[in-house]
């Protein structure tokens, strides 16, 4: 069955903690991302990947790390940086290519819910 | 990257017919518009997307005007379940490109 799986459902940080949020998507998709939501609010993106070993930061970066070293996986840290980590936060995927009849159409995981203790 | 702005709230009944319009003035040539249906504590999900003029599927339609400047998502006979945040986006359809989601219409039927 593919998809993309988070987890954890919820997550408790402490002050000065480190966490690290898990995206596995088995849709053979090649671009990742991660969205940020806070109550009330649209999703800002935090950070992508288009390929392996490639991301780029996106508007709300800062206190948020990731690496891409497998195509199926990308984790998103939230680091004691982030001051105001407590939100909803979302992984999607999706193909590249000029050559889809699909184009650009973002499959989203359920979410993780993050908040500080 | 094109900016999108849709009406924050819209209220309606069930078995009525909603249409809610996405603005993009600064569309461009290799842009697609994607609608996106998000429930509460959940990720959104695809409703319909489209480059020109009318597409249509199970759930939804989706009207684009020749110039491409704006778009219009419609349900047709709306119900409880309908109740949701509906996003607009606009973006190159080659995928892996920043994207930017706007702040949504929440849509609220009514009995």
């Known amino acids: 069955d593919g998809g993309i799986t988070q987890s954890p459902k919820y997550l408790f940080r402490k002050e000065g903690q480190n966490v690290t949020l898990s995206c596995e998507q088995n849709l053979n998709h090649d671009a990742m991302y991660w969205y940020r939501q806070d109550p009330g609010q649209g999703l800002r993106l935090i950070y992508y990947?288009?390929?392996?070993?490639?991301?780029q930061k996106g508007d709300i970066a800062e206190g948020y790390s990731v690496s891409r070293e497998k195509k199926e996986s990308f984790p998103l840290t939230v680091t004691s940086a982030q001051k105001n980590p407590t939100a909803f936060y979302l992984c999607?995927?999706?193909?590249?290519?000029?050559?889809?009849?699909?184009?650009?159409?973002?499959?989203f995981g359920a979410g993780t819910r993050l908040s500080v203790l | 990257l094109a900016k999108t702005t849709q009406p924050i709230s819209m209220d309606s009944y069930e078995g009525q017919e909603v249409n809610i319009t996405c603005s993009h003035n600064?569309?461009?040539?290799?842009?697609?518009i994607t609608w996106y249906q998000q429930f509460p504590s959940q990720g959104p999900r695809f409703i319909i997307q489209g480059y020109k003029t009318k597409v249509t599927n199970e759930v939804a339609s989706l009207f684009i005007p020749a110039d491409r400047k704006s778009s219009t998502l419609s349900l047709p006979r709306v119900s409880l379940s309908d109740t949701a945040v509906y996003y607009c986006l606009v973006a190159k359809g080659t995928g892996g490109f920043k994207t930017i989601f706007g702040a949504g219409t929440r849509l609220f039927v009514k009995a």
């Open positions: 999607a995927s999706t193909l590249t290519g000029d050559r889809l009849l699909a184009k650009n159409i973002q499959y």
């Open positions: 990947s288009q390929i392996v070993n490639d991301f």
């Open positions: 600064n569309i461009a040539t290799n842009d697609y």
